[in-house]
């Protein structure tokens, strides 16, 4: 049964808009090209050859050719009834296809070349910087560890020199220390010494008193005084020094050749009798005593 057959009003309202018309003859899949990216999507249909496109200031029904009535609408799939027509037009797509598709294919080429000449430059630069930072890094702990080292070198010369003057220090410190024990042990032995020769002068004085005629508790310097023999009177050495006490240490001879000075019985009763000649004496005596200058030669065992 064949199909109905449309108004003239039903075409006139699906021809109302300007458009180019079109026929599909088959549907075609997309081509699709994808990058990491972008993703490429291309659809192609076929138009009916020869068919202008339409202008927008004129009207439908006076842009259409003579003969569209034949090539659009109802009859539009005669145009496509002749094999030739068909072939030729898919001979084409396929062509335009096949050169597009080659197209692509070199500008994707292209694209993929630049971009991995882009990479290979960016991970050549990357490196060069890494090796540049790295070196740099490296000599600087290099550089770092050398200062250190010849601060630990430095330091330990110096506390090795410190060590040494402290050791030389003490040392000087501890023979300080062992000159002075000795310097008291020798100024404990001349006290003792000087103790000695006191109770030898504390003696010769009471001999002299006793021998004098006087008692030695109620000697006082107004006593009358006996004149003494010469032989009587015991020898008296009175040394002075010949420069001042050293110490207890020191080598330098504390003693000289003696200057000697007898007194005899005439030079202690000479004729004038004064009162305090005696006293004199005694002060004169104990006053050597004091400074360890006199030596008696009598011993107290004689």
Do not use: C, W
């Not at 037009?89 to 500008?107: C, G, I, M, N």
């Not at 540049?132 to 200062?147: L, M, P, R, S, W």
């Not at 023979?175 to 006191?198: I, P, Q």
């Not at 006087?214 to 009358?224: D, G, I, L, M, V």
């Amino acid at each position: 049964m064949a199909p109905k057959r449309r108004t003239d009003t039903e075409d006139t309202i699906d021809k109302r808009r300007a458009r180019r018309p079109q026929v599909i003859l088959r549907t075609i899949p997309p081509i699709i090209f994808s990058t990491p990216n972008n993703v490429l999507i291309f659809q192609f249909t076929m138009s009916i050859p020869g068919v202008k496109p339409s202008s927008s200031t004129t009207s439908p029904l006076e842009t259409r050719p003579p003969s569209f009535d034949q090539t659009f609408g109802i009859n539009t799939h005669k145009a496509y009834e002749d094999s030739q027509v068909v072939e030729r037009e898919f001979q084409r797509v396929k062509t335009d296809l096949t050169t597009k598709s080659q197209t692509l294919d070199e500008k994707i080429t292209g694209l993929e070349t630049r971009l991995a000449a882009k990479i290979d430059a960016q991970k050549t630069y990357v490196d060069e910087k890494l090796d540049a930072t790295k070196a740099y890094v490296d000599g600087k702990f290099k550089q770092q560890e050398e200062q250190l080292s010849l601060m630990q070198l430095n330091l330990d010369l110096r506390l090795n020199t410190h060590e040494d003057n402290v050791k030389e220090k003490f040392s000087a410190v501890d023979e300080r220390f062992d000159s002075l024990e000795e310097r008291f042990d020798a100024l404990e032995e001349e006290m003792k010494e000087m103790k000695g020769e006191m109770k030898q002068v504390k003696q010769l004085l009471k001999r002299l008193l006793i021998q004098g005629g006087a008692s030695p508790t109620s000697f006082s310097p107004q006593s009358s005084q006996a004149p003494l023999p010469p032989s009587s009177l015991p020898t008296v050495t009175v040394s002075a020094p010949s420069s001042p006490v050293a110490g207890p240490s020191s080598t330098r001879s504390r003693s000289r050749p003696p200057s000697t000075t007898t007194r005899d019985a005439a030079s202690i009763s000479s004729g004038e009798q004064r009162p305090d000649t005696i006293a004199s004496v005694f002060r004169s005596i104990k006053r050597l005593a004091s400074k360890g200058l006199i030596k008696s030669k009598e011993r107290l065992d004689q």
